[in-house]
């Protein structure tokens, strides 16, 4: 896991999870953009769209929280890709299947291997239907080589 702050947000970034869809680089480019190091800059834009750009993101890949001291109002960071969503969720778990992608997984989930030994926990991943993920169970986005 990797994170970029400032004195408003901060960022997390958790690379094995992205299915790579690449809606965070759509909606935000000036934020995050693949082909800069360090790939994302919390500030190129307002903390507030920073956050609305992250709640978007499929995977949960990408989440936030607010610093101590932070101006954003705690209200509006309390979506689905903060930190701490996991405790704000219903206990309906939604899946959405995605043509040709992967398994969208919204909602408290614990993922566990075979043995029984958790593998992740959280409230937003995208799982491979496909197959041909280097990063099972998670989508990584190997599935468009398929089409
Ligand atoms: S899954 Fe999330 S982090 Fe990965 S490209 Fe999509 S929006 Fe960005
Ligand atoms: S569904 Fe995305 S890699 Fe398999």
């Not at 978007?56 to 932070?70: I, T, V």
Request: aromatic share 6%; charged share 20%; proline share 8%.
């Amino acid at each position: 896991m990797k994170e970029y702050k400032n004195e408003d947000i901060i960022v997390y970034w958790y690379p094995e999870q992205c299915a790579h869809p690449g809606t965070c680089l759509r909606l935000l480019p000036e934020v995050f953009c693949a082909t800069r190091r360090p790939w994302v800059d919390v500030n190129a834009a307002a903390p507030e769209e920073i956050i609305r750009c992250i709640d978007q993101c499929p995977s949960g890949a990408l989440r936030y929280s607010l610093p101590e001291g932070s101006s954003v109002n705690p209200e509006m960071a309390a979506g689905v890709g903060s930190i701490d969503n996991i405790n704000n969720v219903s206990s309906a778990v939604k899946v959405k299947v995605i043509k040709n992608g992967p398994y969208l997984v919204e909602g408290a989930t614990l993922l566990v291997c075979s043995d029984g030994t958790p593998i992740y926990e959280g409230s937003r991943i995208a799982l491979c239907s496909c197959g041909c993920t280097q990063n099972p169970p998670f989508c990584d986005g190997s599935h468009r080589a398929k089409r």
